[in-house]
């Protein structure tokens, strides 16, 4: 495995809508456990594959209840409302608040190929929506009120 370098906002790549995965191949593989290093190096909840310089459709999340590898993810429904606070890593020391819904259900392929459905509330629906936008080419910062920097 192997550290990936976080792009930056201000990079085309972040602005463009990422394209299906063809063939779960070595490199998607090797993509996936690099990501997942990456993530975890920098203490994130979700990262996208934009994120480290590759336009497709995939993304990992952990909210502390274990990683998970979305591959082509499709969001089947959504539901409610919840208010919060958001960062990325590619948009480092800014924090600001969007409104997500409360409950998400999306389905994906796993490393091995097959469907998965999850389900999710509160910071892991947050987590799915935020993921997902940025292979939509959209970052949470367009939908964000009141941006504040961090230390
Ligand atoms: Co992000």
Known sequence: MALRNVVIQGDDILTKR???V??????VIQLLDDMAETMAEYNGVGLAAPQVGFLKRVFIVDDGTGLKEL???EILEVSGEQDGEEGCLSVPGMIG??????YVKIAALNR???RVVY???ELLARAFCHEYDHLEGKLFIAQARDLQEIE
Request: proline share 8%; hydrophobic share 25%.
């Open 71 to 73: 591959i082509n993810p």
């Open 22 to 27: 063809e063939t779960i191949d070595s490199r």
């Open 119 to 121: 389900e999710g509330t």
């Open 112 to 114: 091995q190929g097959e």
């Open 18 to 20: 990422a394209k299906e």
């Open 97 to 102: 608040y969007v409104v997500r819904p409360a």
